[in-house]
């Protein structure tokens, strides 16, 4: 049987820890990353791009002294990238030093498939370890359809089966975070296994509380203009709005340059620090102007 580990002792112990190391969680995150531990269900963060949903496997992982085991998704993974494979070099070797010895091709056949030529990729490494462990499922939507029954076994049983092997069953269940961005719709099978929580970008009171932890050096009064040009940009049609990470930065590019004032010429100078794409910084010059 998994042995439980007791990630959060309550929704309020949730939200002292995670402050602690820099991530300001809401009721609704403290309690929901609070149950995933308590329950031992994986837990699906959905929102835009930039909003704290890895972050918040980030500072689960550094609060509670846990490694933190991720597998990036995109279109493409496969089984060998997010499970196992084997090392078929290694195994071609070993076959190669066999031959002409009095070993059997059964015995042979036994002998690479073992530990010693399993390379273990991250869903497999998390269920394998019996140390405390953050599984980071990133991205999950980006990846295709079938990957997904790649999780279920995982996220059913925490489990995984190696038909060489046979089934792998985690010692220690790991916290896990399944992000997405809601590109597409995920399956309800997936779904239906997962805690949900949905994370959007926060008012500006919480941005605010956000920047200043962040960065102390900025005066409040900028801090708070910024906070404001920043929710301004989001509400523009763009193709990225700008994620809480980039109001952060932009906060830290003030310090370092030393503007004393978010004024219409500082905020063109430093707009590439919150905004990528040129269409975007060209539309955002042109309506803060608009309504400066």
Known sequence: MPQPSPWFTSPADAVDRLAASG???????????????????????EGPAGV????????????TGAELVRL????????????????????????QASQGSDQSWSATHDDIFTDEFLLTRPLLTAIRRDEPTVLLVDEVDKTDVEVEGLLLEVLSDFQVTIP????VAALRRPFVVLTSN?????????KRRCLYLHLDYPDAARELQI??????????????????????????DLKKAPSIAESVDWARTLVALEIG????????????????????????????????
Not at 72 to 95: H, P, S, T
Not at 211 to 236: F, K, M
């Open 52 to 63: 704290g949903k890895t972050e918040l496997a980030k500072a689960v992982a550094r609060v």
């Open 72 to 95: 990036q998704c995109y279109e493409g993974l496969d089984e060998a990238r997010a499970l196992y494979e084997w090392n078929y070099k290694k195994q071609l070797l070993r076959i």
């Open 261 to 292: 004032e978010l004024d219409e010429k500082a905020v063109a100078d430093t707009l590439g620090v919150v905004l990528k794409h040129v269409s975007d910084q060209e539309k955002a010059i042109k309506e803060l102007r608009l309504r400066s």
């Open 164 to 167: 060489e092997l046979g089934t």
């Open 182 to 190: 809601a590109s597409r719709e995920l399956s309800e099978a997936v």
């Open 23 to 45: 991530y300001l969680a809401d009721e609704a995150t403290a309690t929901t990353a609070y149950l995933a531990g308590a329950l031992e269900k994986p837990l699906l963060v």
């Open 211 to 236: 920047v200043s932890s962040q960065v102390p050096d900025l005066e409040d009064r900028i801090a708070g203009r910024l906070v404001e040009t920043v929710g301004r940009l989001r509400d523009l």
